[in-house]
């Protein structure tokens, strides 16, 4: 079962660029990592997913070392409208056994 | 549209009382699920159905029965409501290993 890690906080300005990483030690060769943004009174929302490397998309980037053991979500130049809980998500995909498991998530509060 | 959508978004209901929430996605996803979020925000899996069968069943009082009566449907069933039932339910979809997407969520208030 992979078991994910985030902090459980983080402030930053606008227009910094906020970094959040994730642990995911247990991580299996199959398993996808997927950042969501939720804000309150909503619903998760897909950021961006990823298996190793850098994806880049139009609103943020995921950086995964070679080993997969963490991943970081990249959000460029935030705005006050980023302000919400970010969460890690692991999951295996393939045959067999199919875990779900959500970080406990990252409040990131934006500053003006 | 919405992509997937749950009814009722609020309910309050007295301990003891049976409830029902309603999902459907328009997705031609063939995999639904059923999450809780408590009040500490912590998200935790409850159900996942693939193709109408079920195919992770987390601990979950038996008192929560979930049914998929098509690849479009997962309704969830809750029996002798208590007070710790009291959560934000939201259900998903997915094509089998890929993302899931997520509904807005219903709001369960037990008193």
């Known amino acids: 079962l992979a078991k994910t890690t985030q902090p459980i906080s983080m402030d930053s300005y606008e227009g910094q660029e906020v970094n959040i990483t994730c642990s995911h030690n247990n991580i299996a060769t199959n398993d996808y990592i997927t950042w969501y943004q939720q804000f309150p009174s909503q619903g998760p929302r897909f950021i961006i997913q990823g298996y190793k490397t850098k994806v880049t998309n139009e609103v943020a980037s995921l950086f995964i070392p070679a080993d997969r053991k963490s991943s970081t979500l990249s959000l460029p130049r935030v705005s006050l409208s980023d302000t919400a809980v970010y969460y890690c998500?692991?999951?295996?995909?393939?045959?067999?056994?199919?875990?779900?498991?959500f970080g406990k998530g990252t409040k990131l509060s934006v500053i003006p | 549209d919405t992509a997937v959508s749950q009814t009722p978004k609020y309910l309050v209901t007295q301990m003891g009382n049976d409830k029902s929430i309603k999902c459907e996605q328009n997705l031609g996803h063939d995999t639904m699920y059923w999450y809780k979020q408590d009040s500490k925000k912590f998200l935790k899996i409850m159900f996942s159905?693939?193709?109408?069968?079920?195919?992770i069943n987390e601990t979950v009082p038996n008192r929560f029965s979930p049914k998929s009566p098509d690849k479009a449907h997962l309704n969830l069933h809750i029996n002798s409501l208590e007070l710790g039932d009291s959560a934000v339910y939201f259900c998903?979809?997915?094509?089998?290993?890929?993302?899931?997407?997520f509904g807005e969520g219903s709001w369960l208030t037990v008193v």
């Open positions: 998903a979809s997915s094509q089998y290993g890929n993302t899931i997407y």
């Open positions: 159905y693939n193709n109408k069968e079920l195919i």
């Open positions: 998500l692991v999951f295996f995909s393939g045959a067999g056994s199919y875990q779900l498991t």
